[in-house]
């Protein structure tokens, strides 16, 4: 482990057209950190998700993985070493869960060469540690939403990576669902060591799982480290530029994000 | 279904069963039956006709024309002719284009992920009935140097137009897949206008070019076979070796990316493969239409969506159906023959309803 970073992103600068959208991120992540990144919509999370993972190009600046520069790296050794859980994934026709899953080994496979018994059962573990192997002869179309949602978590970790990015991946999920998701990411966290960042748009469950917490705010990172010396009511009003308090959790005094309404009730 | 098996537990009582374990089992036995049963079927086809040959006499024809039998000759000298030299190429020429053509479809609906995608797609009709129309109102274009120039004209046009679509949506590197379908759309308008104008300025006689247009074996022969063949395996094989890819692209390009797909390549190479394996397909036999689309719906119905084992299915489908649509052309009227894209579309268009009705509901 050590206080090294792992997943490190130097000055970062990505536009679409006119439009900065980030200029100058620096972030470090340790090894086998869970880190939550939050921001107001339209900050930017998706994308740098996205540079992280070497398919969208930066026109600034660069990341690393354990020293290795992205850019440098081919598709397929990418793929072996950053795996993304994107915020609506396609649902492909006709597929059980386990076929979608095993999409995931393509980075592990050669041209022509097949599944072999290690594929199957990378796949099956990524399923039973996110409770899907049950779904697995089943088509992943006659899913809930919630369902399917851990069934892609198994897909990106059945690609065996050393980084999961994960795209809100609570988002549109009830309490309960929401819960078990971030339960999940835990365990898998315990059993694989993966080095974790997720976008995340409710404060109070990212400060409730998350070590580390980065805020991403008008194309840059205004705060990183534990949640709650990063968020206070001073800085996300500001960030959000809405009022709120916070408070601590009753159970283990992690930081909980309250609205407060400006006008009283009456 | 698929290439997957299970092996199930008991389980608990009441419960579903368990999932313990599962093994990866290439359909071999599936292909290799329904590969046998289309050779059959070609043989039993090849022997009907206004000629009618029994089986027994035909197995004997065939053995007869190997190195090391020596059978003899105790049927007519003409059921050899008839066997040999029309009735066996057409049969072949009829499984090797329902071959291309369905496996050419299969690959287009994957790529477009458009199940009503069908391999004349994106410009490869309109383009090879340009090229046979300008052949076939240019009397001097008939033969040149003894060549019949109209498979050659048909597969120039072909490729032609979907080079222009090609060309016209690729932008920056990449190839946005909604424009080539659009591009498609406007270069086979383009195409079908000129040919409409081409038969109105020249020809009154438009007959010929139209039963061309509608498709048919009528003048297939051996050298035919030979032209066609190799175009129509490589790029089978191709698209058999890329069907982990394709799967893969059933994914949103980003994500396909994200596991270490080249999308920009398997997307190019995949739509070369493809049109060349229908140019070819279409140069030797016309327009025939629904055989790309319905094949490979007919067995992700019957056996799954893995395209490494829908590709080699359908090729089995497509020759089979195909073989059959052309018996029946040349036998269900009494003199005289059907062109062979009547049947498919006659057999097709409901099956293609149905599908229509189905997909709705998903």
């Given at each position: 482990m050590g206080n090294d970073a792992y997943l490190k992103v130097s000055g970062l600068h990505f536009a679409y057209g006119q439009r900065q959208v980030l200029s100058g991120i620096d972030l470090k992540i340790r090894r086998g950190d869970i880190t939550g990144l939050v921001g107001p919509n339209g900050a930017g999370k998706s994308t740098l998700l996205r540079l992280i993972t070497g398919t969208l190009q930066p026109q600034r600046g660069a990341t690393s993985v354990d020293g290795r520069m992205i850019a440098d790296?081919?598709?397929?050794?990418?793929?072996?070493?950053?795996?993304?859980?994107?915020?609506?994934?396609?649902?492909?026709?006709?597929?059980?869960?386990?076929?979608?899953?095993?999409?995931?080994?393509?980075?592990h496979l050669r041209f022509l060469q097949w599944e072999g018994p290690r594929d199957l059962e990378v796949s099956r573990q990524a399923m039973e540690m996110t409770d899907t192997w049950e779904f697995a002869p089943r088509l992943l179309q006659r899913l809930s939403g919630g369902e399917r949602q851990r069934v892609f978590i198994a897909r990106a970790l059945a690609q065996e990576p050393s980084i999961l990015l994960l795209d809100e991946p609570t988002a549109h999920l009830d309490i309960a669902y929401q819960t078990a998701i971030m339960e999940m990411m835990e365990r898998v966290r315990e059993r694989t060591g993966v080095t974790m960042l997720v976008a995340m748009h409710d404060l109070t469950l990212a400060a409730h799982y998350c070590r580390r917490i980065a805020v991403l705010h008008q194309a840059r990172i205004v705060a990183e480290g534990a949640p709650d010396e990063v968020l206070t009511s001073e800085r996300v009003s500001a960030v959000y530029g809405t009022p709120v308090c916070i408070s601590a959790h009753p159970v283990d005094g992690t930081p909980v994000v309250l609205p407060v309404r400006r006008k009283p009730p009456g | 279904m698929g290439i997957l098996t299970w092996r199930r537990d008991a389980g608990a009582p009441g419960g579903e069963a368990a999932v313990r374990t599962v093994a990866f089992a290439y359909p071999w036995r599936r292909l290799v039956v329904g590969a046998l049963v289309v050779v059959l079927v070609g043989l039993l086809a090849a022997g009907v006709g206004s000629v009618r040959i029994p089986p027994v006499a035909l197995g004997k024809i065939l053995a007869s024309r190997l190195p090391w039998v020596n059978i003899d000759a105790s049927w007519p000298a003409s059921w050899d002719t008839i066997l040999w030299n029309i009735r066996l190429p057409r049969v072949v020429l009829a499984g090797l284009v329902g071959l291309a053509l369905a496996v050419s479809g299969a690959t287009y609906q994957g790529l477009f992920r458009n199940p009503l995608a069908d391999p004349y797609l994106i410009g490869v009709a309109a383009g090879a009935g340009l090229g046979a129309t300008v052949v076939l109102v240019t009397p001097a274009l008939h033969f040149v140097s003894g060549v019949n120039m109209l498979p050659i004209a048909a597969f120039l046009g072909a490729l032609l137009a979907v080079t222009a679509a090609y060309g016209v949506a690729r932008r920056g590197g990449g190839l946005p897949l909604t424009t080539l379908i659009?591009?498609?759309?406007?270069?086979?308008?383009?195409?079908?206008?000129?040919?409409?104008?081409?038969?109105?300025?020249?020809?009154?006689d438009v007959r010929p070019l139209l039963s061309w247009l509608l498709g048919g074996f009528g003048r297939g022969q051996w050298r035919d076979v030979l032209v066609v063949l190799p175009y129509i395996v490589l790029g089978f094989l191709l698209m058999m070796a890329y069907g982990r890819t394709l799967n893969l692209l059933q994914l949103e390009e980003e994500e396909a990316k994200q596991l270490g797909v080249n999308v920009e390549r398997a997307k190019l190479l995949l739509i070369v493969v493809a049109s060349l394996t229908t140019a070819a397909a279409v140069s030797v036999s016309g327009l025939i239409g629904f055989v790309g689309l319905i094949a490979p719906h007919a067995v992700r119905l019957l056996w799954g969506y893995d395209y490494r084992s829908l590709l080699p299915m359908s090729a089995v489908i497509g020759a089979g159906f195909l073989i059959l649509a052309d018996l029946l052309a040349r036998t269900a009227v009494g003199s005289g023959e059907l062109p062979v894209g009547i049947v498919t579309a006659f057999c097709g268009a409901p099956f293609f309803l149905y599908l229509l009705r189905r997909s709705r509901r998903m």
């Open positions: 790296l081919k598709p397929l050794e990418r793929a072996r070493l950053i795996a993304l859980v994107p915020q609506n994934p396609t649902v492909p026709p006709g597929f059980t869960c386990f076929e979608t899953v095993l999409l995931a080994r393509n980075p | 659009l591009a498609g759309v406007a270069v086979a308008a383009m195409a079908s206008a000129v040919t409409s104008l081409l038969m109105i300025r020249s020809n009154p």
